[in-house]
């Protein structure tokens, strides 16, 4: 998919991205129109907020900047290529696919392609019916839901589950029917594990093509993690001590160096640190201690993990 917009590339490098100008280089646009780059700005403060994914960015920047200059093409009646912009993203639970999701939809909001920009997220059983003809009206009205966002169908591959005789199969045939009924009214995103979701555009040799834009979203690195826990900590207020840090730091690689099947990446730290929090308050009505100091301040002993994994931490020690 990459190479639909590799086009894009060094004209959105120099004509959109490009601080530094060379001297005696053509003004890419007029300044004061430079100002209706606040999606692009708003969109980057918040890619800026995203740990790692570099892949994922680049490919939203590209696509931000080939939505943005096919405008300016149709509007200078040149001709222009129409593009589908469903998507599939692949990955593990907890690696940003619905954050990247949501921030695609206020994108494409602010530049117009969607009405709304919302974001509907919905799994197999908001789709699949128990009775016949169940199925297509469920769908049906899911995509209602849906229309001038986006539709986000987590665990997609799920679909296909049954084979033939499952009702799943009439939820995609609905899905893709409902692709072209309602096109460019909302955005369909088709997201699940890698190896499944390859086996489930195998199963439907239909879909592949109407889905050209691929996002793969891989499991993030130990210190990524520990990336990801800081900033919501300091979103929160919160802050470590050094002590803790470290503690953490040993404790995420330690997680990622024996990764769990599906393990839940940015969930699994999110739950951590909600977790520290709750502790943390324990220790200080404990010790009575409510100080802006205390109060901000996660120590190590705030850290507590299941049983299972401090064991096999103290036997590797
Ligand atoms: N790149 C990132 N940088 C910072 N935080 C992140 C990043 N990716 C995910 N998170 C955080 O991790 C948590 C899980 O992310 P999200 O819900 O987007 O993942 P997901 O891939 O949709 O997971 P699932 O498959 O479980 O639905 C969220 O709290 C999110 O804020
Ligand atoms: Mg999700």
Not at 283 to 291: K, N
Request: include cysteine; charge should be neutral.
């Amino acid at each position: 998919m990459r190479e639909a917009y590799t086009f894009t590339q060094k004209s959105q490098i120099n004509v959109i991205f490009n601080q530094k100008k060379e001297k005696n280089a053509p003004e890419a646009f007029p300044i004061e129109e430079k100002v209706n780059h606040a999606p692009l700005e708003r969109l980057e403060s918040k890619l800026d907020r995203l740990i790692g994914l570099d892949d994922v960015k680049r490919m939203v920047r590209e696509l931000y900047a080939w939505l943005y200059i096919y405008r300016r093409r149709e509007a200078a009646h040149l001709k222009v290529q129409k593009q589908s912009l469903h998507m599939l993203f692949k990955g593990n639970p907890g690696t940003g696919k619905t954050t990247v999701a949501r921030l695609l939809g206020e994108m494409f909001r602010e530049m117009d392609i969607l009405s709304k920009g919302h974001l509907v997220e919905a799994e197999r059983a908001d789709l699949v019916g128990e009775y016949i003809g169940q199925t297509a009206q469920k769908t049906r009205d899911l995509i209602k839901k849906s229309l001038g966002g986006v539709l986000f169908i987590d665990e997609a591959y799920s679909l296909a589950r049954g084979g033939d005789k499952d009702f799943g199969k009439e939820a995609i045939d609905t899905l893709v029917k409902q692709m072209e009924d309602h096109k460019d009214e909302f955005i369909l995103i088709l997201a699940g594990y890698s190896e499944e979701m390859n086996e489930f555009l195998r199963l439907n040799p239909g879909l592949p093509s109407r889905f050209p834009m691929m996002l793969t979203f891989p499991d993030f690195s130990g210190s990524e993690l520990l990336a990801i826990a800081l900033q919501m900590m300091e979103e929160q207020e919160y802050c470590l001590t050094a002590e803790a840090r470290k503690k953490l730091a040993r404790h995420l690689n330690h997680k990622t160096a024996f990764r769990e099947e599906h393990f839940s990446n940015g969930r699994y730290v999110r739950n951590l640190v909600e977790k520290m929090i709750r502790q943390q308050a324990v220790r200080l009505v404990r010790e009575g201690s409510y100080d802006r100091d205390s109060l901000m301040t996660l120590r190590a002993c705030d850290l507590i993990f299941d049983e299972a994994v401090r064991n096999a931490q103290a036997d590797e020690a």
